[in-house]
């Protein structure tokens, strides 16, 4: 460098009197000119803050949709990022229920005036203990070991995944409700209560075994309740029916409550 | 603190997978050889609170795994690298070590962010920070498991297998970086890799069937084939274990025919000598 800044002009840009293109010449020749570059006085604090705002802007990724999404119903940030990397909320997983959910109600109404729309509430129940599965576990989440042995709540991190799965699956299910032809005392309870009951006996099963392994128990015996009603000629969406699932929804919901300290830990269950 | 077991037993089927394990762990570096199948695995998950032993108690700095308010003190205070860590593939190196400092209630941003930094830049891993996971080698992913077992400063570290897939510098660096983290920490290390063991562990505990068949300084362990290690021009049919070396000659392990050429024993044929003899006892008892 053949020219060197003077002190006063230093100084004046380092005081912000100098003007803009000033300033521009001046950081132009200070990026090649280590001797110039020495005259500015940093303030080693502020310039360290700076590099921790830059590098915060740069190194964390974007938040993905159901992050983005849960944030802007308040939950809070670090919480929803532990909700939202659960396979079960992923855009695939989600797309995939909202398309069976979707299915099953064409399907029910493929004879308006009979019973297919028993289709619907047979499936629908089924979705929500499809999410549960895809949850939490060492099957689905490659990160699981890492979870077991953090202090978070591992009771409390499965309930949040869970009832978030439940609500989405909920969301979908009243969606679609509409244009299922279903008589006027088919209430939507009929697919809300078996969902509630399935997806809280699921989560009592997962404090003895693995999730998956739950919820395939769970909905395989669901299947053949069903199956077992359509043969036998039993009303499996009835008042009675409806209160059965109801008792069963509170009976599973306090087994969960008894067993929370079971969900942490293999071999413990 | 320490961290203690006695008589620790965990079964899988009819597989004894640990059976009566005792020993207690104190400030520095111990190290865990074993052949595969031997419980280390086994016991380092017992100890990092993943799995529930059958039988047995653990203590882990003054708290007790039995008991869920104490499991959560522990895993406040432990940092676990597994045999076979998992990633979010997709996920950037800052983003994974970020997700799991919230799963250890780094709440706070900026602190966390911090952390994040401190664990990256400890683990060579600082201009990776924004590399998504899938686009990293065997290598470098170790080191960023090991990342995450570092955050929060520990007072106890297990680590399962950490040099595995780790080049000779890498492997350098990673025994500098634990021989300066165990100045005032409890360090296990299970491996496979003697050399290791010489390099930086204290103690050295062998473990084999689910038992523990040593436990004494690196030195001990090295005494164990005194006398037992021979080189020979043609394979010695009395050798226990034995390899040809690059010179053409064959290192032999075992009881020593009169005349041969003993030699200085390493670690690895102390470690040899004793699990060979212990497969022996086995066939012995199991006839």
């Known amino acids: 460098m053949s020219w060197h800044v003077d002190e006063l002009v230093v100084r004046r840009y380092q005081d912000g009197a100098a003007n803009r293109v000033s300033a521009a010449s001046l950081e132009a020749h200070l990026t090649g000119c280590e001797q110039c570059r020495e005259l500015l006085t940093v303030d080693q604090a502020w310039l360290e803050m700076s590099w921790i705002g830059v590098a915060d802007r740069v190194e964390p990724g974007k938040p993905g949709v159901v992050e983005r999404s849960l944030t802007k119903f308040g939950v809070p940030s670090h919480l929803a990022r532990v909700v939202a990397v659960s396979p079960a909320l992923r855009i695939s997983f989600l797309l995939a229920v909202a398309l069976v959910m979707g299915f099953a109600a064409l399907a029910s109404t493929a004879n308006s005036t009979g019973e297919t729309y028993r289709i619907f509430l047979a499936v629908a129940p089924l979705l929500p203990v499809a999410g549960v599965a895809f949850a939490y576990g060492r099957l689905v989440d490659p990160a699981h070991e890492f979870t077991m042995v953090a202090p978070i709540d591992s009771f409390r991190l499965l309930m949040v995944r869970a009832a978030t799965v439940l609500t989405v699956s909920i969301v979908l299910g009243l969606v679609v409700w509409p244009i299922v032809p279903a008589p006027r005392s088919v209430g939507i309870s009929a697919w809300l209560l078996p969902a509630l009951a399935l997806t809280l006996i699921t989560l009592v099963l997962a404090s003895r075994l693995e999730v998956w392994i739950a919820a395939a128990m769970v909905g395989g015996g669901w299947v053949a309740a069903m199956l077992l009603a359509v043969s036998s000629e039993v009303e499996a969406f009835d008042a009675d029916a409806q209160s059965l699932y109801a008792a069963v929804a509170l009976l599973a919901t306090g087994a969960v409550l008894l067993r929370r300290n079971h969900y942490d830990r293999e071999g413990d269950r | ?287």
């Open chain 2, 1 to 287: 603190m320490n961290v203690t077991l006695s008589e620790v037993r965990k079964q899988y089927g009819s597989v004894r997978a640990l059976d009566g394990v005792d020993f207690t762990l104190q400030t520095g570096i111990t190290g865990l050889l074993g052949p595969n199948g031997a419980g280390k695995t086994t016991l380092l998950r017992c100890l990092a609170t993943v799995l529930a032993p059958d039988d047995g108690k653990i203590n882990v700095l003054g708290f007790d795994p039995d008991h869920p308010n104490e499991r959560t003190e522990i895993r406040r205070r432990i940092g676990y690298l597994p045999q076979e860590p998992g990633f979010y593939r997709n996920f950037t190196c800052f983003d994974f070590i970020d997700y799991l400092a919230i799963l250890k209630e780094h709440v706070d941003r900026v602190a966390r962010h911090a952390e994040v930094r401190r664990v990256l830049e400890l683990t060579g891993l600082s201009d990776k920070s924004t590399t998504k996971i899938r686009k990293l080698s065997g290598g470098m992913r170790r080191r960023l498991a090991l990342a995450q077992s570092l955050l929060g400063t520990p007072g106890f570290l297990i680590l399962d297998e950490p040099t595995a897939g780790l080049d000779p510098e890498l492997r350098f660096r990673f025994r500098q970086l634990v021989t300066e983290l165990a100045a005032d920490r409890i360090v296990l290390l299970s491996t496979h890799q003697t050399e290791d063991v010489a390099a930086i562990c204290d103690r050295v505990i062998v473990l084999d069937a689910g038992k523990v068949r040593f436990d004494g300084a690196p030195a001990a362990l090295i005494e164990v084939a005194a006398g037992k290690v021979w080189m020979s021009d043609e394979r010695p049919t009395s050798a226990r274990i034995t390899w040809r070396t690059a010179t053409g000659e064959h290192r032999a392990v075992g009881e020593p025919p009169e005349g041969a050429r003993l030699i200085e024993p390493t670690i690895e044929d102390g470690y040899l000598m004793l699990v060979g003899v212990a497969a022996l006892v086995d066939e012995t008892e199991a006839a």
